[in-house]
């Protein structure tokens, strides 16, 4: 999956989750202090994110709530596994 379809998957997912229009999130959106986003739903999402792309449970890090950082975790935790069962 190429970085473009994860950034556009995980907008989905928040933007489903949060009932926010697409255009609030950007790359640069932090989304604790943007979003104002707390630690529960920072939970259930994480759960979304697992599921949807087959990747362990993101840990609470504060410089991946910002929306690039997630992506790029997502995308190398992808690669992660790839290599992993190759």
Known sequence: MEYNEIYDRT???IV?????????ITP???LVEDLCIDSIALVELG???SETFSVPM?????????????????R???????????
């Open 28 to 30: 640069q959106t932090n």
């Open 76 to 86: 190398n935790e992808m690669r992660n596994q790839q290599y992993s069962k190759g």
């Open 11 to 13: 907008r989905e997912l």
């Open 58 to 74: 993101i840990e609470a890090q504060p410089e991946i709530f910002i929306m690039q950082n997630l992506v790029d975790f997502i």
């Open 16 to 24: 489903d989750y949060l009932k926010v229009d697409a255009e609030e």
């Open 47 to 49: 759960f979304k994110f």
